[in-house]
């Protein structure tokens, strides 16, 4: 059973009283007083965060003794390799279990966050960690107190030493800026840009910024922003690298969506019915996926011209909630998605219909990321309740929920990586995790 599935603080044994509160340790009743009673300690929200509580340092303290349970009975590594001699068991088959098996030892540890400006190092919390392709550096986003966000690039080199420890380069020119989304940008070479949307004022402002800004050179060789507009509030981003729609980024706005070539600054508009949330870029063909509020996955072929009403749309696909994220498959031929009700489906977009569903899920409003990684045939999403969730590609199967490090709140939702080479070709695999101030590395090997 999922840890942190259960909501609710009632004993099964007990029945539910209206107005009370069964307390299972002390094996009693107490009175739910008004809300309006500020001085009344027992409240759903209270009795709700305590259980969650209590769940989560339960679960650490496992971890810590390392008292994790496979995740299918009778799964180990002697087992397995057993059957693979014997037969039984394909490559596909092996490689897949074995990845399973390390994703259920993985272990935590700290990371050591080095920066030129020792002062500001470490004192502000994460919002967004996004890898590039090569998952060499992570780009980071930062909430500043005042207000806005500051951003920086950390150097995944150090993983592969004895001591962990990453470099992180801030960019202190755009410290003021709201951040909603970010993916790398590949202009000049692979990964050589950033694109933000976000809210610098009212309206909203998309910037696409040289990668190259974050670096311990001299500031005075540093090259400017390529370029900078001002827009409605932009809540997706994403990068073309499709030759037919070459130096191209999407803007998800309300209710329409806008794609820009950097080079000519020819700009194309489609009306939708709905804010865009979540958007990706075929690989190959230069075609637009769509997600919005209203559930709805939708998408355009950038080739053609802007069309009236909403004949240009394609591939349909229908959420009963908000689309927060979703993922094309390495084939094109699936895409996985998540909405604001908990649900992950794989869709298969030659039928446009769901043939699987991946339980565990929490969310109710936030834009929360999915990560698959076909190679290893993972599934990975942070949920609202800021429990991490391991799935498997292949049957759906919940394979570990990792506990945050810090009290569970909305402010404090991890922001995850995995790879089987953080720091490059010759990197560490394992999971990062960034939560407050802190970045943490699970060791995957």
């Known amino acids: 059973e999922d840890p942190s599935s259960s909501s609710s603080t009632q004993n099964s044994a007990a029945p539910e009283l209206p107005g009370f509160y069964y307390d299972p340790e002390k ?26 509580e209590c769940k989560r340092l339960r679960l650490l303290e496992e971890e810590e003794k390392q008292n994790q ?13 057993q059957k693979r001699q014997l037969g039984l068991l394909s490559s596909t088959s092996y ?10 030892c993985m272990q935590r540890r700290k990371i050591e966050i080095h920066s030129p400006d020792s002062s500001v190092a470490g004192t502000n919390n994460f919002k967004i960690i996004v890898a590039d392709v090569a998952c060499e550096r992570i780009f980071a986003v930062n909430d500043v107190e005042h207000g806005g ?9 150090g993983l592969g030493k004895e001591s962990l420890t990453v470099k992180m380069y801030d960019n202190l020119y755009f410290t003021n800026r709201k951040v909603n989304s970010v993916c790398w940008a590949s202009l000049t070479h692979p990964d050589s840009h950033l694109c933000l949307m976000g809210i610098a004022e009212t309206p909203g402002c998309a910037c696409l910024l040289p990668a190259s800004l974050f670096s311990s050179t ?21 990068w073309c690298l499709n030759p037919q729609a070459d130096n191209c980024f999407s803007t ?3 209710r329409r969506v806008l794609v820009t070539n950097v080079v000519t600054g020819h700009q194309q508009t489609f009306g939708t019915s709905s804010d865009v949330l979540a958007q990706q870029f075929a690989m190959q063909t230069p075609v637009l996926y769509n997600g919005c509020r209203s559930g709805e996955i939708f998408s355009i072929d950038v080739r053609q011209r802007n069309g009236k009403g909403q004949s240009w ?27 604001m009700a908990g649900k992950i489906k794989l869709w298969d977009l030659r039928t446009a219909k769901c043939v699987k569903q991946y339980k565990g899920h929490h969310n109710e409003y936030a834009l929360l990321p999915l990560h698959v990684n076909e190679e290893e045939g993972l599934l990975i999403a942070v949920g609202q309740d800021c429990y991490t969730r391991i799935w498997s590609l292949q049957d759906a199967h919940l394979l570990r929920t990792i506990p945050s490090p810090h009290p569970s709140s909305k402010d404090a939702i991890p922001s995850v990586v995995f790879s089987s080479r953080l720091g490059g070709s010759r990197g560490v695999p394992g999971l990062l995790m960034a939560v407050k101030q802190d970045l943490y590395h699970f060791s995957y090997n």
């Not at 094996?27 to 969650?52: C, E, V, W």
């Not at 966000?149 to 080199?157: A, E, H, P, Q, V």
Request: charged share 15%.
């Open 69 to 81: 349970k496979t995740a299918r009975a009778g799964l180990n590594s002697s087992v397995l390799l």
């Open 149 to 157: 966000c500051k951003y920086g690039i950390i150097n995944l080199s």
């Open 313 to 339: 749309k394609a591939t349909r696909l229908s959420h009963g909630s908000a689309v927060t994220s979703f993922h094309l498959m390495e084939a094109e031929h699936y895409l996985m998605a998540a909405d």
């Open 27 to 52: 094996n009693r009743y107490f009175r739910l007083l008004p809300g309006h009673n500020n001085h009344n300690p027992l409240t759903k929200d209270s009795i709700q965060h305590r259980a969650m």
């Open 95 to 104: 490689c897949r279990l074995v990845h399973e098996l390390k994703v259920n």
């Open 252 to 254: 998800g706005l309300t």
């Open 218 to 238: 001299n500031p005075g060789d540093r090259p400017g922003m390529l370029c900078s507009f001002k827009i409605s509030t932009a809540w997706s981003c994403a």
